[in-house]
C-alpha cells in the first residue's frame, strides 16, 4: 500500500464524480444553469450528505453508484432550491 492512498482515497474521486453530477443535474431539474462547476461540485458533496441522510431516514438504504447518484441528486435539488430562496433573484 502507498503512503499517498491512506491520504486520498479512490472513494474520494468517486465522491466528486457524485458530487458533479448530482450538481448539474440539480441545475437542470431546477431549471437553471447552476451555480459554475466548483459550486455545483460543493452543492453535489453537501447534498450526497443531505440526500444519504433523507434516503436512510425514509428507510432506503442501498449502496452502488446509481443509489449514490440519486441521493446526492435529490440533496443537491433541496440545496439549490434553498439557495435560490435566500439569492437575490437573479438568474
Known sequence: MHIFSLFIPQSVIAWVIIGLLAGWLAGKVS??????????????????VLGG????????????????????????VILVAIARLFSSGKE
Open 31 to 48: 431549471r437553471g444553469r447552476g451555480f459554475g462547476c466548483i459550486a455545483n461540485i460543493l452543492i453535489g458533496l453537501v447534498g450526497a
Open 53 to 76: 441522510w433523507i434516503f436512510s431516514q425514509l428507510g432506503i438504504v442501498r449502496f452502488g453508484f446509481i443509489y449514490s447518484l440519486a441521493a446526492a441528486t435529490l440533496g443537491a
